[in-house]
């Protein structure tokens, strides 16, 4: 179930801008506040997905894929390091 909307959203718009929003609502069959709601998550949910997405050429794949093949090294202290309590940790 969705929450309850109860956060606003506030600001300024231009008169053009809100004519040309107001109108585009009205051809889609939107209340303004629906389709200002709409476009903001569409463009939101975008956002994130491509600022979340990596994107590599063929040759940076190479090199990623090998990078991640090639066998792991031993680092001094490193198992000791992960037997201790994590300092992010309350326990």
């Known amino acids: 179930m969705a929450a309850a909307a109860s956060e606003r959203v506030e600001f300024r ?3 053009d801008l809100k004519d ?3 109108a585009a609502s009205a051809m ?3 209340t ?3 389709f200002v709601k709409d ?3 569409r463009l939101a949910r975008e956002t994130i997905h491509q600022e979340r997405q990596i994107q590599l050429g063929a040759e940076a794949w190479e090199k990623f894929t090998a990078a991640v ?3 792991g090294e031993y680092v001094e ?3 000791e390091l992960l037997r201790r309590p994590s300092v ?3 326990d």
């Open 13 to 15: 718009i231009t008169p």
């Open 20 to 22: 040309d929003i107001e």
């Open 28 to 30: 889609l069959g939107l």
């Open 32 to 34: 303004t506040s629906a």
């Open 39 to 41: 476009a903001a998550l």
């Open 69 to 71: 093949d090639r066998p």
């Open 77 to 79: 202290g490193f198992a």
């Open 88 to 90: 992010f940790s309350n």
